[in-house]
Every structure is written in structure tokens, then in C-alpha cells.
């Protein structure tokens, strides 16, 4: 074998010993001459199941995995949708991480293999790589809606079930660009099969997607049911959801949808306030010995300088640092709460969490003079002082990160539109389309 097209031919043959040849006698060929081949090697393998060249290439060229064609597609891209499972598993031994790499769809090999309907493509693409189960497409299509807008059924328990396993259940509730979620387009395919998993019918078990979401239009999934021609399919789904709860858009409270999912998000906000604080009022009760015993700092008086070296009591940082904790998920509890009947006793709660927590401090922090110039401070009051210099700090930092992000996007964003109008300037004097 004296040239490239003769190796091509050897790859479409899966010619193994010519191609191990061929490699052997030109170990540089792709690194000198990459400007000579036209086609990807392993891909030409991938498009002929040549399986035993794909990793003897593999093999020599693992860079070739990550290599696109026109489309934006790897070798696995092309394999996923072939459902070749022999050279997936190839690839996916070359290089796993492949399995994120998207094309100008912005779709990877798992959107591709759904779309396909190569369920046990699927199983391996998604033990190859896990985290390419959250990916999305550039419809904002998630795996579950790519599955029910092809109406691949068997790939949609495959997926449901990994999505319940790995506990990420929000991938339920997302919406493509027309605000439809998966319940949305299972309707609107009278996907009866797949309305099912997502509203079983005996009582023991929830309904897995919010029934009366409402997509861009204004429509829930019951809307959606009753605009398409009757038949037995929709008025089994028309039974399913309204069994579950659901109704018309017309008869929802208006913004009830939007309510809904404000109050979920509160609640999931007030869960991991309430864990934190709980932590940092636990970590106060329950000191380590070697902190308490700390009281070589009792009675002396330090300076800025003394501060800044680390020299004061480690006690006095951790205190100040899990103050600060403390100050900011109380207040965004008594924020969250504060809309209730109830406000007066959050009001209370957390004033006298507060006291309690004030107290605890001021017995366990050692007592010495802090001095900044003229000024004197106890290290009790200290503490709580560093904590709200501390919080302040983190938001103004935070905020002059957010508008300085804004402020390189509308910069961005104008030098584009100055560069293609120049071009459209330039274009134009030359009598050339643009």
C-alpha cells in the first residue's frame, strides 16, 4: 500500500492488516500531512462498520475521535446514528468524553441515537457519560422531549428511568423554545403511552410533570388535547389528564402557573437556607476542644496589623466567618417568610435566634481590646462588625462582577454590528454581494 486512497481502501474493506501496515511504514503520515486527506480515517471506518480498523486508528490516532466533519460531526456522532453498537463502544473506549461534543445542531451522539431510536446506543452512551443526559439541544429540546417528538417510546423509559435513578427530575419540567414541556408534546402526539408514565393512574404514585403548565401560547396540555381530532387515543388522554387534575388555560387563575412555580422555588430556597443555618448554629454548640482551649489571647489588645498576620485566636475567624453565614440565611429566611400571616412571630424567631446566637458568641470568643487608632472594640462586638463588612464585600463584588459581564456583552456586541456594517460598507463599494 503505497498511498493514501489505497489506505481508504483498505479502512472501507476493514482491511486490518493492510491498514496496521500502513501505519507502521508512515507513523507521521496525519501529523505531516494533514492538509493532503481529505476524510477523516476513522469516520470512513464509522460509515463502512469497519470495526477492527476503527480501533487499530483508534489506536494510533486517538485525536481522530474529536475530529468534525462539515456538519460538526464525530465519529460518534455518525456511529450514534448508524446504531452501530460495536464501533460506539470502540469510540467510546478511544475517548468517552466525546460523548458532550456537539454538532451545529447542537446535538451530541445521545441526542442523535434518541432521535434515531438506538436504544442500546442509548444504554452505552449514557454509562459512557452520565452528564450527557442534562444536555440540551439548540431547541432546548432535553433527551425526554427529542424522545417523544420522534415518538421513541422504548428510548423514553430508558431515559425517564436513568433520570429517576440519578435524581435529577428537573429535567421533567424543562420546556423547548415554544414552552412546552414534555407532557405538552406527548399530548400533542397523542403519545398515550408516554401520557401514562408521566400521569399514572392508580393512587399510590405522583404525577411526574406539572399538569396544568402552560407553554408560550397560553395552553395546557389539556388545551392541546381537546384541539386535536377526536378518537379513542384523545379521549383516553382527555380521561388520563383531567383524572390528574388538569384543566383548561382559560380556567386557571391568572398567573397560577407562574405562582406555582414561585412557590416551589421558595420552598426549595427556604429547605437550604433552614439546613445552613441549622449547621452554623450546630457548629457554634459544638466546638472543637483544641478552639475552646484557646485562651492565650484573654485580656491582651491587638492591631490591624496583628489581624490581617493571622495572629488572633482561630476561634475569632471561624466566628466571624460562620456569623456571616448565620446573618445572611436568617434574613433571607425572615425575607422569604415575610409575606405570611404569620410575620409577627418570624419577626420574633428570629430576633430571638438571633439574641441566643449573640450570646453564645460572647462567651465563647476570648476577651481582648481590638485597636484601630483612637478606637477600642471588644471582640465580641468585633465579630458581628467583620461579619457585615464581610457580607457587604461579597456583594459588591458580585454585583460589579454582573454589570462588568454586561458591560463586555453590550461592548461585544457593538463591535460586531460595527464590523458587519463596515463589511456591508465594504462590500458594497466594491460592487461585491455580501
Known amino acids: 500500500m503505497s498511498n493514501y486512497g489505497e489506505f481508504l481502501d483498505a ?16 507513523p507521521d503520515f496525519f501529523d505531516v500531512s494533514s492538509t493532503t486527506w481529505q476524510e477523516n480515517p476513522l469516520q470512513v471506518a464509522c460509515n463502512h462498520g469497519s470495526h477492527r480498523v476503527a480501533k487499530v486508528i483508534g489506536k494510533w490516532y486517538p485525536q481522530f475521535a474529536r475530529f468534525k466533519n462539515r456538519e460538526g460531526c464525530t465519529a460518534l456522532h455518525l456511529a450514534s446514528s448508524k446504531g452501530d453498537l460495536p464501533i460506539v463502544k470502540v469510540l467510546l473506549e478511544i475517548d468517552s468524553e466525546v460523548c458532550l461534543k456537539k454538532n451545529k445542531l447542537s446535538m451530541n451522539p445521545l441526542h442523535i441515537a434518541i432521535r434515531n431510536g438506538h436504544d442500546e446506543v442509548i444504554g452505552a452512551l449514557i454509562a459512557a457519560c452520565p452528564q450527557s443526559i442534562g444536555t440540551v439541544t439548540s431547541q432546548r429540546d432535553t433527551v425526554l422531549l427529542l424522545a417523544a417528538k420522534h415518538f421513541r417510546l422504548n428510548a423514553f423509559v430508558v431515559l425517564l428511568k436513568e433520570i429517576q435513578n440519578r435524581e435529577q427530575d428537573h429535567l421533567l419540567h424543562r420546556k423547548d423554545r415554544e414552552g412546552n414541556n414534555v407532557l405538552h408534546i406527548a399530548v400533542s402526539n397523542k403519545f398515550v403511552e408516554i401520557v401514562k408514565l408521566l400521569l399514572p393512574l392508580n393512587s399510590t404514585s405522583r404525577a411526574l410533570v406539572r399538569v396544568n403548565s402552560l407553554n408560550k401560547k397560553g395552553l395546557t396540555a389539556l388545551d392541546l388535547c381537546y384541539q386535536s381530532c377526536v378518537n379513542i387515543t384523545t379521549q383516553d388522554i382527555g380521561r388520563i389528564l383531567r383524572e390528574a387534575g388538569a384543566l383548561e388555560g382559560r380556567s386557571l387563575p391568572v398567573g397560577a402557573h407562574v405562582i406555582k412555580e414561585t412557590i416551589e422555588t421558595k420552598n426549595v430556597i427556604l429547605v437550604v437556607l433552614g439546613v445552613v443555618t441549622g449547621a452554623a448554629f450546630t457548629t457554634v454548640c459544638n466546638l472543637p476542644s483544641p478552639f475552646l482551649k484557646d485562651h492565650h489571647a484573654e485580656g491582651r489588645v491587638f492591631h490591624s496589623g496583628d489581624m490581617v498576620a493571622g495572629q488572633l485566636p482561630p476561634i ?9 453565614i448565620l446573618l445572611v440565611c436568617m434574613c433571607g429566611i425572615a425575607v422569604l417568610l415575610w409575606s405570611l400571616p404569620f410575620r409577627p412571630v418570624v419577626l420574633f424567631v428570629t430576633i430571638t435566634v438571633g439574641i441566643v446566637y449573640a450570646l453564645l458568641v460572647s462567651n465563647i470568643v476570648p476577651k481582648f481590646l481590638f485597636r484601630a487608632g483612637t478606637h477600642s472594640i471588644l471582640s465580641s462586638h468585633l465579630v458581628g462588625l467583620l461579619a457585615i463588612v464581610f457580607i457587604c464585600c461579597g456583594a459588591i463584588t458580585y454585583f460589579t462582577f454582573f454589570y462588568l459581564c454586561l458591560i463586555i456583552k453590550w461592548v461585544i456586541k457593538k463591535t460586531v454590528q460595527s464590523y458587519r456594517l463596515g463589511a456591508r460598507i465594504s462590500s458594497r463599494n466594491k460592487g461585491l454581494p455580501y
Not at 475569632?316 to 456571616?324: G, I, Q
Open 316 to 324: 475569632f475567624y471561624l466566628m466571624v466567618f460562620n456569623t456571616a
Open 11 to 26: 479502512v472501507k474493506r476493514d482491511d486490518v492488516n493492510s491498514v496496521s501496515k500502513f501505519l507502521s511504514i508512515h
